[in-house]
Nanobody, 121 residues
């Protein structure tokens, strides 16, 4: 049963922007922490950004100042606005539902299927 569904990926030139969306259909009245991860070919999956139920955020150093994570709890959705994209941002981007405590995001096994982002030089 798919509970996290990502969308918004695509092909963009370097310097361009994309806005990813993730809709969470698996919530049961709670407002969990959410995060975006990415995995480039040959690399490990890495945390891109996370947001707590209260709106606190953390970002990977490589995307600070370029990416913004946000959420709309009325829609059970989390977004990732990506600006000034670079070829090294090319990856499969995943949504995750997890936990947030003390400025640290703890992922769970609740993953979406991913959405591909490709940035050409």
């Amino acid at each position: 049963q798919v509970e996290l569904v990502e969308s918004g990926g695509g092909l963009v030139q370097a310097g361009g922007s994309l806005n990813l969306s993730c809709v969470d259909s698996g919530r049961t009245g709670s407002t969990p922490a959410m995060a975006w991860y990415r995995r480039a070919p040959g690399n490990r999956r890495e945390l891109v950004a996370a947001i707590s139920s209260g709106g606190s955020t953390v970002y990977a150093d490589s995307v600070k100042g370029r990416f913004t994570i946000s959420r709309d709890n009325t829609k059970n959705a989390v977004y990732l606005q990506m600006n000034s994209l670079k070829p090294e941002d090319t990856a499969l981007y995943y949504c995750n539902r997890g936990f947030y405590s003390g400025g640290v995001y703890y992922r769970t096994t609740n993953w979406g299927q991913g959405t591909q982002v490709t940035v050409s030089s």
